[in-house]
C-alpha cells in the first residue's frame, strides 16, 4: 500500500531596487577563467522562471546575504503556497 508524502514547503525571494529593477531571484551559473563555477543572480519576472528555497529560515538568511551583497533595497521572502510575504531587515 502507497503512503501519501508531504511536499516541503518553498519560498521565493523577491527584489527590488532603487533604480527601479524588481523580480524573482533566479540563480544562474557560468563558468569562470580557471574552468570551474560560478553562480550569480538574475531577477525573473515570471514566478514559475525563480529559484525556489525549502524551509523558512533557509530562504531568510539567503536573502540577506543577497541583500547585503548586491545591496537591494527591498528584500521579501515569499511562500509560494500561502503567498504571505516576510520582508527582510
Known sequence: MKEPTKL????????END??????VR??????????????IKL???????SRYV??????AKAKALKEKYKFDSVQ???????KSYLIH
Do not use: M, R
Open 27 to 40: 540563480l544562474a551559473s557560468y563558468y569562470n577563467e580557471k574552468g570551474g563555477i560560478d553562480y550569480g
Open 77 to 83: 521572502v515569499i511562500d509560494e503556497s500561502t503567498k
Open 55 to 60: 524551509t523558512l529560515e533557509n530562504s531568510k
Open 44 to 50: 525573473v519576472k515570471k514566478i514559475s522562471d525563480a
Open 8 to 15: 516541503p514547503k518553498t519560498f521565493l525571494v523577491f527584489v
Open 19 to 24: 533604480d527601479g529593477k524588481f523580480g524573482y
